[in-house]
């Protein structure tokens, strides 16, 4: 098992940066595949990213390529989203996933809020 916690969310104006951070304990980090999700107000949970374990592989949602880069530091056991020219549609609650196979384990969240 890991465990799985976000920080780094908050308000910041359109056109601006924020980065995420996920710690992971509890198991070894560098086995699993590492994402990040996020669920606005009304909708549903939805992809923004995922990393392969040895960091070399990422990929993006559509709406975020180019402006969000997946990172993660193996010897820290974080996950990172470095969030740049942030829109008011990007506004949610983020959550970061660990998976083998399948997204088993979540962090609890951490809300942006982008102000336009």
């Known amino acids: 098992q890991v465990q799985l916690v976000e920080s780094g969310g908050g308000l910041v104006q359109a056109g601006g940066s924020l980065r995420l951070s996920c710690a992971a304990s509890g198991s070894t980090f560098n086995t699993y595949i590492m994402g990040w999700f996020r669920q606005a107000p009304g909708k549903e949970r939805e992809f923004v990213a995922r990393i392969s374990w040895s960091g070399i592989s990422t990929y993006y949602a559509d709406s975020v390529k180019g402006r969000f880069t997946i990172s993660r530091d193996n010897v820290k056991n974080t996950l990172y989203l470095q969030m740049n020219s942030l829109k008011s549609e990007d506004t949610a609650v983020y959550y970061c996933?660990?998976?083998?196979?399948?997204?088993?384990?979540w962090g609890q969240g951490t809300q942006v809020t982008v102000s336009s």
């Open positions: 996933a660990a998976r083998k196979t399948t997204w088993d384990y």
